[in-house]
């Protein structure tokens, strides 16, 4: 992995991703207690930032290969990317999904014309599930640990840097919501060419924070547990075998955050930008508005990974921090 595959991937997604816009507002800033700047992948198709790796790998791909089709396995925003992908492609999409996902990501993989095959995710293996069903014709897209998705989530990265000169932010620690590293690692490989005053922090909730003790371990961790948490977005057995050396590399601490803060970021994301987050999307923001003290300097860059939100969840959030 490098940065020449990132700025290839970003010619590759010119004019089909969005270029996502980096919000700020004086309300979340008084919260925080310095400035936040946040950058929207939820604005991006799809909901989340997952259509630039799935454009990006389904992009390189042969006729044959088209024809014959894709898989991936997602807990939803993954299938979804991937899905709408192969659809702008003309290729055929299998997408497997734990069955607890949230129903209206389920709904719209299947909306994009995808099959979804259902698995219970405390008890199946996704990755055999996949292997299986790719068998030697349908091409694997895995969700992170895979050269071509890592580069085309970091072209989030060249944005950021691009839009935070912009606004005048040279150093900043950016916030980036983390399962199993691809578009952290991605971001940070950006960055690190781009803008090498950023220090790019991974952010996990409470009880899933694989990727924060990895870290600090030096070597691979992996969670108890792969169900129970609202953030499903984020929820990964371990960090990438690809991702992971990245990160060690160019990351600093991660950062752990409890659900609740996810829950009050998202009521203060709609509140104050008119911006929807589901709670894996919004565990950045929740580090920069309510855990400024482990967050160095006078800004700070939180990346809004997605908003593909039941209507239940979402409600929950106003309900309990709304105002």
Sequence with gaps: MNIDMINEAAI???????????????????????????????????GSFKFRGGWSMVSTLTPQQLK?????????????????????????????MPADAPKIKIENTRALGAKVVLYDRATEDRDEIGARLAGNELTLIKPYDEPLVIAGQGTTGLEIAEQAAELDVEKADVLVNCGGGGLTSGIALALEEKAPKMCVRPVEPVGFDDV?????????????QLSGSICDAIITPQPGDITFPILKHLCGEGLVVPEEDCLRAMAVAFARLKVVL???????LAAAL?????????????????????????????SKYGS
């Design 12 to 46: 590759r997604i010119k004019g089909h991703a969005r270029r996502t816009p980096m919000l700020t507002s004086p309300f979340v800033d008084e919260i925080a207690g310095r400035r936040v700047l946040l950058k929207c992948e939820a604005l991006q198709h799809t």
């Design 290 to 318: 309510y855990h400024g003290d482990k967050i160095q300097g006078d800004a700070v860059i939180a990346v809004a990974t997605g908003g593909n939100v039941d209507a239940p969840m979402f409600q929950t959030a106003l």
């Design 278 to 284: 589901e709670p894996g999307g919004a565990t950045a």
């Design 212 to 224: 924060a003790r990895s870290l600090k371990a030096g070597e691979i961790k992996a969670n108890e």
């Design 68 to 96: 014959a089709g894709v898989i991936a396995f997602s807990s939803g925003n993954h299938a979804q990317g991937v899905a709408y992908a192969a659809k702008m492609h003309g290729a055929p999409a299998t997408i497997v």
